[in-house]
């Protein structure tokens, strides 16, 4: 890159091969090209729109090689701080300059981060079953394909729909195509009746060498939490995630006390900041905020670099919706980062495949960024336009009285 080399044009692709994409393409007047993911599910046209509207404009003409100084230029020069939108939109101009970066340097971005302190990345995927027996089915599935951690989640008796879960598939797609959200309906008491027996029995199935995990997806009270931490106690999770909303984390007091069960939070937080008290009163063991989520590499590392000092280590969430790209940048992240802990890997279609080609890979249970320069990701834009963006969203869950409870 000469000295004089600057960010010539900034383009937003969305694209739908098989569910909604948003990629940013950052290139510089020498011709490099820098990727970065800004799919935010349910919500990708708003983060399209903040990205040519407000930030494109303003990215033209800047230096490429500024990748922390463009992430402080976004952010404090936005006034308005925070929020999923924004951190979005931020998060994919960070993974493209690091691209960028490392495309210049002709060196794996995981180089430029210090080189890896492991030789690959532990992964997670999933494993669904509306019944138990079908969980198991999953399970064994899973293993074959040499996965050493599952995430299990069964459907529930009396339950039509349930997170993580769908009826007669063997894939699982939080997002629905079409103009509305489907509206789920959510019953505590019967999920907590269940979850606990399938849980044990997928324990008892896959023996002490498996780690299982399992997402309630922010349903439960603090007392409620608490309960079912203690009744898994002996399924020996590698993590429950998400037991409560966690909007107020003090309430995640009440369930430390009650259990030593891992718990997992973050895949809705933004910064640093949403991080800092379940990070520094350690009321939680994984962090799981996401690379496109959460500002992008600089920002996923500074999480880290503070989870690190109170012996939290990071799982950052993978599913579907976060794009080839952002996992290859997580890769990137895992690769070199001491408290990493695991990376979700939900995987993608075929044509997901297709339109973004990378160099990441997965074999026996982990994935690995890859070895050419940048991310290692790219995009077919020619591909891409065959996919135009269909509304989907996530979707709503009502209690059996009616009333809107979390998703
Ligand atoms: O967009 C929301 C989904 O990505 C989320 O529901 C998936 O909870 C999730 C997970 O842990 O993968
Ligand atoms: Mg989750």
Known sequence: MSRTDTIAAVDVIVTSPGRNYVALKITTTDGVVGWGDATLNGRELAVAAYLRDHVAPLLVGRDPARVEDTWQFLYRGAYWRRGPVTMTAIGAVDIALWDIKGKVAGQPVY????????????????????????????????????FRAVRVQTGVPGLDTVYGVTRGATGYEPAGRGAAPVVEVWDTDAYLRHAPGALAAAREHVGPDVQLLHDVHHRLTPGQAARLGRAVESVDLFWLEDVTPAENQEVLRHVRRHTTVPLAIGEVFNTIWECQQLITEQLIDFVRTCVTHAGGISHLRRIAALAEVWQIRLGPHGPSDVSPVALGASLHVGLSTPNFAIQEYMGYGPQVHEVFQHAWSYADGHLHPGDVPGVGVEVDEALAARFPYEPAYLPVARRRDGSMTDW
């Open 111 to 146: 180089q430029l981060l210090g080189g890896a302190v492991r030789d690959r990345v532990l992964s997670y995927t999933h494993a669904t079953g509306w019944d138990v027996p079908e969980l198991l089915d999953s399970v064994d599935a899973q293993r074959e394909r040499g």
